[in-house]
């Protein structure tokens, strides 16, 4: 049984990447998250050029709401070109090293004793599994981290580093535009590895995109929302719900409403039909 919340709070635009929330905004902001049973917070420590956990966790510790009551996330790997570190070239760090060192840099920043789940936040062709599988060890045994798991990896990299530590999570683009994972036996390997597929960019890119694929989204959207009394959110987060592998969507809005909003997506679900036209209309054909 999953340990998260049905709904995930996506904090990359919580700080300058994003609405650069001041601190008190942040903390009213975790308090809606909570009010919506919404109690799990995703963090990467590239977020904000490596600044968003630490302002994250300067508004969490005045805040009166108990560690215990919600789950932190976060990933390492990225070494990205910022302004914060010197890097030369934009790569990935997954020395056993490296890992310690900013998972312990994300408890820093985020005020936190232990993180509930640490994930490799994408793949590296020079990864060694077995010298990820020391380091992670490492750190759940030292309580630093509950539940390890992995990002935007394919079903075989998923499979190679599960031979070596078992992994929880694989974080992954899954929505009603970019729905690969379903059909490619992605997330087939992840119910058979029992291991949580949380998907970023829940909505994809229907309000983000003019084409046709997404006109012929809109005009069956328009006609369940009326059968469902539901908002184009909620239904577009409970397309992905449905899915049998349970799907978490990871949720990037820092507005109140639209909390409100997709936190009662759990409360339907759709008829077997209306999934599958919805399917259609992104395909653009029938199913084989």
């Given amino acids: 049984m999953s340990s998260f919340s049905d709904i995930i709070a996506g904090c990359m635009g919580w700080g300058v990447w994003g609405e650069n929330l001041s601190s008190k905004e942040m903390t009213m902001l975790m308090h809606t998250c909570l009010e919506n049973d919404i109690t799990t917070f995703d963090h990467a420590d590239i977020y904000g050029d490596y600044s968003t956990e630490s302002s994250f ?20 790997g990225i070494q990205y070109l910022g302004k914060a570190r010197a890097n030369r ?12 060192w900013s998972a312990e840099r994300s408890l820093s920043n985020l005020k936190t004793e232990y993180l509930d789940l640490f994930l490799l936040h994408r793949p590296s062709p020079l990864m060694h599994p077995h010298e990820i599988a020391e380091a992670i060890s490492q750190l759940q045994d030292q309580g630093k981290i509950k539940q390890f798991g992995v990002s935007n990896f394919t079903a075989s990299q998923l499979r190679f580093v599960s031979e070596y530590i078992p992994v ?29 597929p949380m998907a970023w960019k829940p909505l994809g890119s229907y309000f983000k995109e003019s084409n046709a694929k997404n006109l012929r989204i809109e005009k069956e959207l328009k006609f369940l929302s009326e059968k469902y009394q539901a ?52 395909q653009g054909h029938k199913v084989p």
């Avoid at 070239?89 to 310690?100: A, G, L, P, Q, W």
């Avoid at 577009?236 to 639209?258: E, F, M």
């Fill in 57 to 76: 966790g300067k508004a969490f510790v005045n805040t009166s709401i108990p560690r215990e009551n919600i789950q932190l996330i976060s990933k390492c």
């Fill in 89 to 100: 070239v934009k790569h990935y760090n997954y020395s056993k090293e490296y890992i310690i």
């Fill in 168 to 196: 929880s999570v694989n974080q992954i683009e899954i929505s009603i535009t970019h729905f690969s994972s379903m059909l490619d036996g992605t997330l087939t390997q992840m119910q058979l590895l029992e291991c949580i």
């Fill in 231 to 282: 908002s184009t959110n909620q239904l577009l987060l409970a397309w992905l719900l449905q899915h049998p592998s349970g799907i978490i969507p990871v949720v990037g809005s820092t507005k109140r409403a639209r909390l409100e909003e997709m936190a009662k997506v759990k409360h339907f679900a759709l008829e077997i039909e209306d999934w599958f036209a919805l399917l259609v209309a992104s």
